[in-house]
């Protein structure tokens, strides 16, 4: 069973910056897309952002487009989301994911959680002052 280990939560003021990560149990970036979630409170749990494994390209929600970067390091088996000019509609639960490769293109369409073949235990991030 492949483990995904997320950390780097925390609590942030409006405008600051905060960088998650996640460690993989194994080598998996060369074998799966990995793609970053979130849910807040009483709302369902949303996909933000995403990275390929084989051409490492990525993708990102409206919400967090030119705030948060997606990057991994195949080395470390860790995927990183840094996440800069936080506001407070960003306080969530933030999980990694990872995606068979062979059904990326298919969860970029439809960007379903139903296409996630492992997740993470998830880290809180809150944005207040």
């Known amino acids: 069973q492949l483990q995904l280990v997320e950390s780097g939560g925390g609590l942030a003021q409006p405008g600051e910056s905060l960088t998650l990560s996640c460690t993989f149990s194994?080598?998996?970036?060369?074998?799966?897309?990995t793609a970053w979630f979130r849910q807040a409170p009483g709302k369902e749990r949303e996909v933000i952002s995403g990275i390929s494994r084989s051409d490492g390209s990525t993708f990102y929600s409206d919400s967090v487009k030119g705030r948060f970067t997606i990057s991994r390091d195949h080395g470390k088996n860790t995927v990183y989301l840094q996440m800069n000019s936080l506001k407070p509609e960003d306080t969530a639960v933030y999980y990694c994911?990872?995606?068979?490769?062979?059904?990326?293109?298919?969860?970029?369409?439809?960007?379903?959680?139903?296409?996630?073949?492992?997740w993470g235990q998830g880290t809180q991030v809150t944005v207040s002052s």
């Open positions: 194994r080598s998996t970036l060369d074998y799966y897309a």
């Open positions: 994911a990872t995606i068979r490769q062979s059904t990326w293109y298919q969860f970029l369409t439809e960007k379903s959680p139903t296409l996630v073949t492992s």
